[in-house]
C-alpha cells in the first residue's frame, strides 16, 4: 500500500470517502480480533472512557488510554483488549474511510498502528457520528468532520516535524539567504553547533536531499527565476548564484531541467508572445 506520511498531508491535494462513524458499547466483551483478516479500510478509533492494548502479530504491543485517537491502516492485524473502562457507557467510536491522491490510488498515512495522544479531535469524531445515525446519513458532514480531523492530526504532527530540525535552522535560511556563498557543510554544521554527520542526517530527513544536492536545487530555482524575470546573461547568472564556472552551472541546468539556461529563457519568451 502506497503511504504518503501524515506530516505532508497538511498541504497536499487529497481525497477521502467516507463509509461510515460508529459508536461501539464494550459492557458485555472486551476483545476484538482481526489476525488472519486484514483490515480491508482505514479506521480512525476515538477512545471514550476506556483504555486498549494492541497485540499485533510479531507480538508487539501498543497501548491507547481514555481520549486517544487511534489509526488503523488498511492491512493491519492486531488484537485488541479494552480495559479499565470507567463507565457501563464506555465506547469507542470507529470512523471507517478510504484516502486517495491526485490520481485516485488509495494510500495510507501509515502503514503501521499510530496513537494520537490528548488530541482536540473528539468532537469531530462525534459529529461524524451523529451524521452517521440519522435515518438518512449525512455522508458530507461525515467528510467534513473527517477532513477536519486529519488536517489537525496533520497540522500537529508537521509542529511537532519543525521543532525536531529547529537545531540546523539557522543552517537552512543561511543556505537559502545566501545561495552564492557556498559554505562547506562542515562549515553549515558549525554555525549550528552540531556535528557534521549529525546535520548531514537531519538536512536529509528534513529536505530528502544531502546539503549539497538541496543547494544546487536552490540554485537552479533562482536561476529560472532570474531568466523569466530578469535581463541577466547565463554568465551574469552563474556569477551571481556562486558558479565559479558557467559550463557546470548550464550542465547542472540542463540535469535538473532538461534544457539549457538559453533554450528555457526563449521558451518562456516564446510562450508569453502566443
Not at 461501539?24 to 479500510?41: A, M
Not at 492486531?78 to 491522491?101: P, Q, R, V
Request: aromatic share 14%.
Amino acid at each position: 500500500m502506497k503511504t504518503i506520511n501524515l506530516t505532508d498531508l497538511y498541504n497536499y491535494n487529497y481525497s477521502l470517502d467516507v463509509l461510515n462513524a460508529l459508536k461501539q458499547y464494550w459492557d458485555t466483551r472486551d476483545f476484538y480480533h482481526c489476525i488472519g483478516t486484514p483490515k480491508d479500510k482505514n479506521m480512525l478509533l476515538y477512545l471514550d472512557d476506556l483504555e486498549a492494548e494492541y497485540t499485533l502479530k510479531d507480538g508487539k504491543k501498543i497501548y491507547a488510554s481514555y481520549g486517544d485517537l487511534v489509526y488503523l491502516p488498511i492491512g493491519s492485524e492486531y488484537h485488541t483488549k479494552f480495559y479499565n473502562k470507567k463507565s457501563k457507557n464506555a465506547n469507542t467510536i470507529g470512523i471507517n474511510f478510504f484516502l486517495y491522491d491526485e490520481n485516485l490510488c488509495s494510500f495510507n498515512f501509515s502503514n503501521s498502528i499510530m496513537v494520537f495522544k490528548s488530541t482536540d479531535c473528539g468532537h469531530f469524531v462525534r459529529k461524524a457520528n451523529m451524521a452517521s445515525e440519522l435515518a438518512i446519513p449525512c455522508y458530507g458532514e461525515m467528510k467534513a468532520a473527517v477532513y477536519d480531523i486529519v488536517s489537525l492530526l496533520s497540522k500537529n504532527q508537521k509542529r511537532k516535524s519543525l521543532h525536531k530540525f529547529h537545531v540546523i535552522e539557522k543552517g537552512i535560511s543561511h543556505i537559502d539567504e545566501n545561495l552564492a556563498q557556498n559554505l562547506s557543510v562542515k562549515e553549515l554544521s558549525q554555525m549550528c553547533n552540531i556535528s557534521e554527520i549529525y546535520f548531514r542526517r537531519l538536512f536529509k530527513e528534513y529536505s530528502g536531499l544531502s546539503p549539497v544536492s538541496y543547494i544546487i536545487k536552490r540554485k537552479i530555482e533562482k536561476a529560472k527565476s532570474y531568466l523569466e524575470y530578469d535581463d541577466l546573461n547565463v554568465t551574469e547568472i552563474a556569477d551571481s548564484l556562486g558558479f565559479t564556472d558557467t559550463a557546470y552551472f548550464c550542465k547542472q541546468f540542463k540535469l535538473h531541467t532538461g534544457t539549457t539556461p538559453l533554450k528555457y529563457k526563449y521558451g518562456i519568451q516564446n510562450h508569453s508572445n502566443t
